[in-house]
């Protein structure tokens, strides 16, 4: 019961801060900045939302990479790479 009531929350909680995010494609205002803490807070509860946001994220570092500017994420070692080592 407790479980259901808190993912009732995390829902309404997620959508209006996803929705003012879209309202804000058109308003003054941070969207992309909002439309990701949106979906984060949903990727709590939901599979939909965590691929949406991994897509994001994709294009995100996709963008940074075409700009030539760090990306925002940091990039994860690939271990099997030659000339690196992996992190203990």
Do not use: C, H
Request: no cysteine.
């Amino acid at each position: 019961m407790i479980r259901y009531a808190w993912r009732i929350v995390i829902t309404v909680v997620g959508m209006t801060v996803l929705l003012i995010g879209v309202a804000l494609l058109v308003l003054p205002g941070p969207a992309f900045v909002v439309i990701p803490v949106g979906l984060a807070i949903l990727a709590t509860e939901f599979a939909w939302a965590r691929r949406w946001l991994s897509v994001m994220r994709d294009t995100a570092e996709k963008g940074a990479e075409k700009l030539k500017i760090p990306s925002f994420f940091p990039r994860k070692s690939n271990p099997n790479a030659q000339g690196t080592t992996p992190d203990p």
